[in-house]
C-alpha cells in the first residue's frame, strides 16, 4: 500500500471524529446527572448502605450514649456529628463512585458509552454531579435527625458554617477523585463492594468517625493522617465543637490551615492517580 493510498483513510477518520465542545460537553454531562440520580435511588441496598447507613450508625451511637455528657456541656449527640458527616462524605465520594464505575466496566456500560457521542468528561460531570446531590441530601438528613430527634448543637457563628462549607467542598472532591481511582482495584464488578466497603470502614473506624479520634493510639491517629477522612472529621469538629476541645487533637489545636492543605493535597494527588488508572472503553478494542 503506498502513501498516497493511505492518506485518503487518515483524512476521513481524522474528519469523522468529533470536535470537542466544552459547552456540548457540559450539556451532555448535565443530562446525565438525572439519569444517574434515578439509577442511585432505584438500587436499594446502594441507599441503604451509602445514603441512609450514616445516619442510622449515627442515631444509634446518639441513643445509646445519650446519658453521657462531655466536657463543657457538649453531648454525645453533637460531637458524633461533625464525624458522621465527614463519614458521609466518604461514602458519597469513594464508595459511591468506587463500586459503580467497577460495575459499569464489568457489565459493558462503559464499553457502550465508548460507542456513543458521549465524551469521558461527559460522564464524570454526571457522575460527580450525582455525587454532589446525594451527599448534600444525606448531610441534611443526617443534620435534621441530630438536631430534631437528639438535640444537637449546630454551628452558632459565620465563621462556623465557613469551615463547614470549604471542608465539604474540599473533601467531596478529594473523596470523588479517589473513589475514581480506586474502581481500577476490583477485578470485577461482582467483588467491588467486597473490597472497596471494609477499605472505607477502616478509613472511618481510624479517623475518629465512629471513635472518639483523642482514644485512638497515638501510632493509629499518625497513620490515619495520611487519608483524608480523618482531615475531614478534624475540620469539622473545628466548626461543631467548643474551642477548648481543639486541646484534645494531635497537635493541640484544629489546625484548619494544615487540615486545607491537607485535603487539597489529596485533590491533587487522586487527580493524578484517577487519570493514570481510569481507561475509557471503546467499543472497536
Known amino acids: 500500500m503506498t502513501t498516497a493510498d493511505v492518506a485518503p483513510i487518515t483524512s476521513a477518520r ?25 439509577t442511585y435511588f432505584r438500587a ?53 463512585l468506587a463500586s459503580d464505575i467497577a460495575v459499569e466496566k464489568s457489565d459493558g456500560t462503559l464499553k457502550r458509552l465508548g460507542g456513543s457521542p458521549l465524551s469521558p468528561l461527559s460522564y464524570f460531570v454526571g457522575k460527580l454531579g450525582q455525587v454532589i446531590v446525594t451527599s448534600l441530601l444525606q448531610i441534611e438528613l443526617l443534620v435534621l435527625v441530630a438536631v430534631l430527634v437528639f438535640d444537637a448543637q449546630l454551628p452558632a457563628t459565620v465563621e462556623g458554617w465557613t469551615t463547614v462549607a470549604w471542608v465539604y467542598v474540599l473533601g467531596i472532591a478529594a473523596c470523588s477523585f479517589a473513589g475514581i481511582a480506586l ?10 463492594s467486597a473490597v472497596i466497603i471494609p477499605i472505607v ?13 483523642s482514644m485512638l493510639p497515638d501510632w493509629l491517629q499518625t497513620a490515619s493522617g495520611l487519608f483524608p477522612v480523618r482531615w475531614m472529621a478534624q475540620g469539622l469538629r473545628a466548626a461543631f465543637l467548643p474551642e477548648t476541645w481543639a486541646t484534645a487533637e494531635p497537635s493541640g ?7 486545607a492543605l491537607m485535603l487539597a ?18 467499543k472497536d478494542r
Open 265 to 282: 493535597g489529596w485533590i491533587v494527588l487522586a487527580l493524578v492517580l484517577s487519570r493514570l488508572t481510569f481507561r475509557w472503553i471503546h
Open 253 to 259: 489545636s484544629w489546625d484548619l490551615p494544615l487540615v
Open 14 to 38: 481524522r474528519d469523522a471524529l468529533p470536535v470537542f465542545s466544552p459547552t456540548r460537553t457540559l450539556r451532555l454531562g448535565i443530562r446525565r446527572i438525572s439519569l444517574e440520580l434515578k
Open 44 to 96: 436499594g441496598d446502594q441507599v441503604f448502605f451509602t445514603f441512609l447507613f450514616p445516619t442510622l450508625i449515627y442515631s444509634l451511637f446518639a441513643a445509646v450514649f445519650a446519658d453521657q455528657d462531655l466536657p463543657d456541656g457538649v453531648s454525645m449527640a453533637t460531637y458524633y456529628l461533625p464525624g458522621m458527616i465527614a463519614g458521609a462524605i466518604l461514602l458519597s465520594g469513594v464508595q459511591n
Open 183 to 192: 474502581s481500577a482495584v476490583p477485578r470485577s464488578g461482582k467483588t467491588a
Open 201 to 213: 470502614l477502616v478509613l472511618q473506624f481510624i479517623s475518629g468517625v465512629y471513635l472518639q479520634f
